[in-house]
């Protein structure tokens, strides 16, 4: 298949940078078998810091699953170092935050969930921990004494050569 990268793109407000507790991070995934088109209706979770041996055991990747449909073993992989942050001076673009390398399936959706870091943009005060999967969120930085939040959280995957 190839490689899909996720994009976010955002709306932060006193937030200097978003990013992923990489590389425990689990992206929450909807899955499509690219041989049959059989899509997942179940969420799958893929850590860069999990890796699970092929059917060979000569590879080791983040994800593996057969397809219920056409019973092929797909697999699918985070390229190391393609974990990037998402930044203010970035807002109202898309960004990559993290690459897949797909063998026989793709991620379709992307479902936010705990993990996010923010980094506050006058204290530099780091909150950990961070829920998105309500695609927002507000807190209240006592050091700069202001609102701080994400707002408007969308994603979406892009295929790179």
Known sequence: MGKLSLQ?????????ELYTNHPDY??????????CGELSDK?????????????TGKSENNYIAKCKLCGRENCLDIVQGSNGKYTNDGQGNFKTIV???CRGIEP???SPSDGWLAKVEESGKIFDNINL????????????K???GV????????SIK
Do not use: M, N
Not at 8 to 13: G, V
């Open 151 to 158: 707002y408007e959280f969308e994603s979406r995957f892009v």
């Open 26 to 35: 689990t992206f929450l995934l909807k899955i499509k078998c690219t041989s």
């Open 146 to 148: 202001q609102s701080v």
């Open 43 to 55: 969420w799958h979770d893929v850590s860069e810091s999990q890796t699970f041996p092929g059917k």
């Open 99 to 101: 690459t897949f390398d």
């Open 108 to 110: 379709v959706e992307f």
């Open 8 to 16: 976010i793109k955002a709306t932060l407000e006193g937030i200097e």
């Open 133 to 144: 999967a309500e695609k927002e969120w507000v807190e209240y930085d006592e050091q700069s």
